[in-house]
């Protein structure tokens, strides 16, 4: 099943251009460690799910580029059409002139409705090929104007007019030193829209990814691409093919559903994150070993801890006993803070996969009270090793991870707020004061419901 | 791409415009080697075949034929336009973009504002109008003018509140002169109150300067050069001050250095509109950021580098120290000393080889040292 990808803003399509690149990549790698059938097999599941077939072989990527302003998506398509490998559609791409203005409003109000039209057309072409749909992968920024604002509108959308299919939105959560003044306001405002709206968040933050380039990756100049280099590596490591079932040869036919059915069992938690590991830069490939055990001690512990790569990961922070009483609910002030799950999947891929002993996720300590871990927990596995690592696993959980980023932009955004700065740039393309203000109230909702797991 | 209108009014308007028209049309022939019309170029100038009668008929992609200035320059009085008409710039000028009369406005608000705001006012609707039809997607006006005048100050505000009524979705930056220290124009206080009301009401965003701080910068830049020390290691073309090589004739013209100063804000203000980069940050959007209340748009801008050294490769030291100059009070093009009292917001716009982890450290830096302050930045690499 097929899986489309909707790519918004300029930092959307940035990104989006670089996970096709990833995917294309790993599924022409001819390190695989496997079978030459197996890799076949793998190549076609990848290709069925990403790349649709044109007639002089190149593949053409299942996605729709928009964007307020032209130079980012010609940049896209060219940069695409150039490396020869794989490319866009030629007429997949819809652009204004104008751009966005980092105003939500401005994205959602006036471009979403006046756009709507054009933009559904596209994306209803790019559904018409494909042979059975699993759902839409929205790809955008928070702090922006065009990817929060239309991709906020554009999801709404696709929940009306698609709504046996499943949205997953990948959201790029802004540096906290700040990128665009009023990123706080775009970012609340996306938020709780995307809530109502979207089936799964998968989130991922400028920072981390940040330190992931300079402390593991060892790059000294950190670029945006450098940056978004990294993230398509980890949604690569999630998105491409893995066995079924335990044993059996075929690939799992509908990503997105089976991601959803084990991560998100109740819609008030949808905010997932992606934990990768191994994550280091070419060179020093070459020069390491992994086991597994090694490997998925490192992981869970980047779990409890809320670390986010696995270097720094503070080995102090432990599950809680199972006599003693809960301490309290978690306070979001508490200094060893254990980040408490809802529920996990991990991802295993390389060799020697059936050996790795993941007995650790399966602690009932790790989550929470109402979900036992038979539920909770999930593992996918496959031979198939993922872009030159010989053994990678990866981390989708569904858990505290973002209640603190969160709180301190809902923090951010009402302070704000209080002084009324910046909002007549809304209020003069048709939003009101009560939007915001309703946007705060889901948001603390959200804060309160995760704080008290 | 979005296009932009340049409107000059009164003789510092024009003067400045000069300048501005000057290193737009060498900034594009550095970037663009091929000579083909596009999107980047557009935003300024129209490509025109000059052997077509009439109004010239646009041509929208190809090779440069000939191209036009998206401008209009407004002057009660002969001389500045003039002397732009006979200069190297006059196949970059039509005819039709001028509105001239003889008298003047006198250094009086008044008159430029009621006398000649009134008897123009359809001539300059025209016109306006022309060049917003010969634009794809008009994305804002940028108006040129001196607060101490008459004309440029009477004349140019009445045209904000014209273009408010006629283009009201189009952004208005207004680039003003206000009066320094030792000004000679003895009504000049009068003139640039009454002219601060109109801004404060129709304007968009405006970018005060005065003429005492870029005197000052000069002066730096003239040190730095005849001391001696750095003198030959500064690369020939690339002082802030001055187009071409005429790193000496400042003392005879130190208006046309000036100028120059102003010239570079504006065209590096409408870079990332321009050119694509890794993080792009457009007109609107640095009217979104930096304006957090409706009347609260004055904008204090500042450049750096002053003038590029030889050596190409920037180590981090000077890119730091870049940084650092962004927000010292000597690189600013007004006199003001935000550091003393309060950030609202500040944005910093990068031209070049900067990398996003520059960028950061340099922020994290900032952070420490100024308070309430929300930051935005972009960059782009042309």
């Known amino acids: 099943m097929s899986i489309v990808t909707v790519q918004l803003g300029q930092c959307g399509n940035q990104i989006g251009f670089e996970v096709f690149d990833a995917l294309y990549t790993d599924s022409h790698c001819p390190q695989g460690l496997c079978s030459k059938r197996e890799n076949e097999a793998y190549q076609a599941s990848c290709k069925e799910r990403f790349f649709s077939e044109e007639e002089n072989g190149v593949p053409v990527a299942r996605a729709v580029l928009v964007d307020m302003e032209p130079k980012v998506t010609s940049q896209t398509l060219s940069k695409a059409t150039q490396s020869g490998r794989w490319k866009y559609g030629q007429h997949s791409c819809f652009c204004q002139k104008q751009g966005s203005g980092n105003n939500w409003a401005y994205g959602y109000s006036v471009h979403g409705p006046r756009h709507e039209e054009s933009i559904m057309n596209l994306i209803q072409k790019e559904v018409e090929k494909c042979d059975s749909l699993s759902g839409f992968f929205i790809i955008m920024s928070m702090a922006g104007g065009t990817g929060s604002g239309l991709g906020a509108f554009v999801t709404q959308n696709l929940q009306d007019q698609y709504s046996n299919s499943l949205k997953m939105n990948q959201i790029i959560w802004p540096y906290g030193t700040g990128e665009v003044i009023v990123q706080n306001y775009n970012s609340i405002l996306t938020l709780s829209h995307l809530y109502r709206s979207s089936d799964a968040l998968l989130v991922h933050e400028n920072d981390a990814l940040h330190k992931i380039c300079a402390k593991l990756m060892n790059i000294k100049q950190i670029s945006f691409s450098d940056i978004n280099q990294v993230l398509a590596h980890q949604l690569g490591s999630v998105f491409q093919p893995t066995y079924s079932v335990e044993g059996s040869c075929h690939y799992r036919r509908n990503p997105l559903g089976d991601l959803m059915e084990n991560l998100v069992p109740h819609p008030e938690f949808k905010m997932l994150g992606i934990r990768n590991i191994p994550q280091m830069s070419e060179n020093s490939l070459a020069y390491s070993t992994f086991t597994w055990a090694g490997l998925l001690k490192h992981l869970r512990q980047m779990l409890i801890s809320n670390s986010k790569m696995e270097e720094g990961i503070d080995w102090q922070v432990r599950p809680p006993l199972p006599g003693l009483p809960t301490l309290g609910k978690a306070s979001l002030n508490r200094g060893l803070h254990f980040n408490m799950s809802i529920a996990n999947l991990v991802i295993l891929r390389g060799k020697d996969v059936h050996s790795a002993d993941l007995g650790g996720f399966k602690d009932s300590a790790l989550y929470t009270s109402w979900l036992e871990p038979i539920n909770a927990f999930n593992a996918w596995k496959t031979h198939r090793a993922f872009s030159k690592y010989e053994k990678s696993a990866a981390l989708v959980s569904n858990s505290q991870f973002l209640l603190k980023p969160l709180d301190t932009i809902v923090g951010k955004a009402w302070n704000m707020f209080a002084s009324k700065a910046y909002i007549h740039q809304y209020t003069k393309f048709g939003m009101e004061e009560e939007d915001f203000l309703d946007s705060f109230t889901l948001l603390e909702q959200v804060v309160a419901s995760y704080c008290n797991l | ?382």
């Not at chain 2, 001050?241 to 004739?249: I, P």
């Not at chain 2, 716009?349 to 309430?372: C, H, P, W, Y």
Request: hydrophobic share 40%.
């Open chain 2, 1 to 382: 791409m979005a296009q932009s209108v340049v409107v000059q009014v009164g003789q510092c308007g024009n003067q400045i415009g000069c300048c501005f028209w000057d290193l737009a049309l060498r900034e594009h022939a550095a970037v663009n080697q091929k000579g083909i019309y596009d999107e980047a170029i557009s935003s300024f100038f129209r490509n025109v075949d000059t052997r077509v009668v009439g109004d010239g008929g646009s041509i929208s992609k190809g090779k440069i034929c000939s191209l036009k200035a998206r401008a209009i320059l407004i002057d009660m009085e002969e001389g500045v336009v003039n002397e732009i008409l006979q200069g190297p710039l006059r196949d970059v000028f039509d005819s039709k973009q001028l509105i001239t009369d003889i008298s003047g406005s006198g250094n009086n608000w008044a008159v430029g504002y009621k006398v000649f705001g009134s008897l123009y006012q359809e001539q300059i609707l025209e016109k306006l109008r022309k060049s917003a039809e010969h634009c794809d997607c008009l994305q804002c006006f940028f108006i040129i003018h001196s607060m101490g005048g008459g004309t440029g100050s009477g004349l140019g505000t009445f045209l904000l509140k014209l273009l408010e009524d006629e283009f009201p979705e189009v952004y208005r930056f207004v680039t003003s002169v206000y009066p320094s220290g030792e000004d000679d124009v003895i009504t000049s206080p009068y003139n640039s109150i009454l002219a601060m009301k109109e801004l404060n009401e129709h304007a968009d965003c405006v970018l005060p300067i005065d003429n005492q701080s870029l005197f000052d910068i000069i002066s730096k830049i003239d040190l730095m050069v005849n001391s001696g020390k750095l003198g030959t290691t500064i690369k020939p073309k690339s002082l802030v001050t001055s187009s071409a090589e005429a790193v000496k004739k400042w003392h005879q013209r130190p208006f046309d250095a000036m100028n120059n100063i102003v010239a570079n804000l504006l065209l590096n203000l409408t870079s990332s509109a321009r050119f694509e980069g890794s993080l792009n940050m457009d007109l609107n959007e640095i009217s979104m950021n930096l304006v957090p209340f409706p009347q609260l748009h004055y904008l204090v801008s500042s450049l750096t580098p002053l003038y590029t050294l030889a050596d190409v490769n920037i180590p981090t030291r000077r890119l730091d120290q870049m940084f650092s100059d962004a927000f010292s009070k000597d690189h600013q093009l007004i006199r003001a000393d935000p550091k003393h009292s309060l950030y609202l917001a500040c944005a910093l716009m990068v031209r070049g080889n900067v990398q996003v982890s520059d960028l950061r450290r340099n922020i994290e830096r900032f952070n420490a040292l100024l308070t309430k302050r929300p930051l935005a930045h972009c960059q782009t690499v042309p």
